[in-house]
């Protein structure tokens, strides 16, 4: 395993590490495409949520989506299971349509998270015994759950299909920042002026991220300029692909690769496979985010307005705190 990256500013002891290597499940980021995948392949739906901030600090997974990941997702056994899903994982707090989507699928008040399988049209597949906010109301465990997709997914039989899957894309560059830095993986961001050519853009490019040396390793989103996103060094293009490796923060970024729009799919294939190879996670804990988000000046404002009441009130007492530094 690669070494961490260390943050750049003098920080406490990690009293939670959470270097990974890249996760193996590439997740739909956005519903649309997520439900036109389930409805293009017929296949079932492994379905979560999280918000990839806490307490208005972005850069790591809320507690509850990091306890779903280690405890479940990323187990090999649910990861192989994963294949016969479709899977989305959407960002709380950042759209209103998805909110209310989730809103079905928990009971009580939408909070970071949520999980469910669900049928290609979008509804429960199974019952969920619990709350709706994760696994645990459907699985004991990671092997549990692998086992449980097993015998759900061969109560589908999947279309016959032709062409790639579309682009996980991000609802937009800013969100794809952030979740790459949660993820601790390096950002895909498509670039051109039309809605058109971004479309182009993102087919070609498609082909590659679902391929198996590559699928997995990114986060992608896509923009109409490079000025979408702030305090990102090094040299762009404007039509074509950026690869990025974001700040423990995911407030910033560093350029690594740009691959113009006109690269073949063998040289787009070999620069990101590059990239995925020279990227370092950064090490970083709950506490360090928290401590450097205040010397920072960092306050990760959502799409939307947060529901989840413990999450609202530790924004606004981060909030507070960081008034009083006057940054």
């Not at 590439?26 to 495409?33: C, E």
């Not at 779903?68 to 950042?94: G, M, W």
């Amino acid at each position: 395993m690669r070494q961490a990256r260390q943050p750049s500013v003098d920080a406490p002891k990690a009293d939670q590490v959470v270097t990974q290597e890249p996760a193996a499940i590439q997740w739909f980021a956005t519903l649309s495409r997520g439900l036109e995948e389930a409805e293009r392949t017929g296949k079932p739906i492994l379905f979560v949520s999280g918000n990839p901030s806490c307490a208005g600090v972005s850069g790591m997974w809320c507690p509850g989506k990091g306890k779903i990941d280690s405890t479940y997702l990323h187990q090999p056994e649910v990861i192989e299971a994963s294949k016969n899903f479709v899977c989305i994982r959407l960002t709380a707090y950042e759209d209103e349509s998805e909110r209310q989507f989730m809103s079905k699928l928990v009971m009580g008040q939408v909070s970071n998270t949520a999980f469910a399988i669900l049928k290609p049209d979008g509804t429960p597949a199974v019952k969920n015994k619990g709350t709706g906010k994760g696994p645990g109301g459907l699985f004991v465990d990671g092997a549990e759950m692998a086992k449980g997709m097993d015998r759900i997914a061969a109560n589908y039989k999947p279309k016959e299909t032709h062409g790639t899957p579309a682009l996980p894309i991000t609802l937009n560059a800013k969100v794809g920042m952030v979740v790459a830095a949660a993820d601790n993986q390096p950002l895909a961001l498509v670039i051109a002026e039309t809605e058109q050519r971004r479309k182009e853009l993102e087919e070609h490019l498609a082909k590659v991220a679902w391929s198996d040396p590559i699928r997995g390793r990114f986060v992608y989103a896509s923009a109409e300029r490079m000025q979408e996103l702030a305090k990102v060094d090094g040299e762009a293009l404007t039509d074509g692909y950026v690869l990025i490796e974001p700040d423990m923060f995911g407030s910033g970024g560093k350029i690594v690769r740009t691959i113009p729009g006109d690269t073949d799919i063998e040289g787009i294939s070999t620069a990101m496979s590059e990239a995925s190879k020279n990227f370092v996670p950064i090490d970083k804990s709950r506490q360090k985010l928290a401590e450097l988000g205040l010397k920072n000046g960092i306050f990760y404002e959502t799409g939307i307005p947060v529901s989840g009441a413990g999450e609202a009130a530790d924004r606004e007492r981060y909030f507070e705190r960081l008034q009083s530094t006057g940054k």
